[in-house]
């Protein structure tokens, strides 16, 4: 079993900056691939970054040059994953949850809500 507990949102207004957190713990391999996915109210749930166990990265085209994200490969067990958001817009109003990735195969977390508004 694999545990994600993400952290970090909040409300920002319009160009502001958030750092999100997913702890994952459990049976979780450091050679995984692992992504941020937002859903917004009345869309589906979109991967917008992932990283690999080696560092490479990818971004949706949405979020190319905002978000940054990062890991620290699993230490007892925890895995980190970091999301770096800066100029934030209204329409990156979502929840954000991580994930293995593309795919979320581990069972869900609760995800943290982002609230970009002024």
């Known amino acids: 079993q694999v545990q994600l507990v993400e952290s970090g949102g909040g409300l920002v207004q319009p160009g502001g900056s958030l750092r999100l957190s997913c702890a994952a713990s459990g049976s979780i391999s450091s050679s995984n691939a692992m992504g941020w996915y937002r859903q917004a109210p009345g869309k589906q749930r979109e991967l917008v970054a992932f990283i690999t166990s080696g560092g490479r990265t990818t971004y949706a085209d949405s979020v190319k040059g905002r978000y940054t994200i990062s890991r620290d490969n699993a230490k007892n067990t925890v895995l980190t994953v970091y999301l770096q958001m800066n100029s934030l817009k209204p329409e990156d109003t979502a929840v954000y949850y991580c994930?293995?990735?593309?795919?979320?195969?581990?069972?869900w977390g609760q995800g943290t809500q982002v609230t970009v508004s002024s």
């Open positions: 994930n293995s990735a593309p795919g979320g195969h581990y069972s």
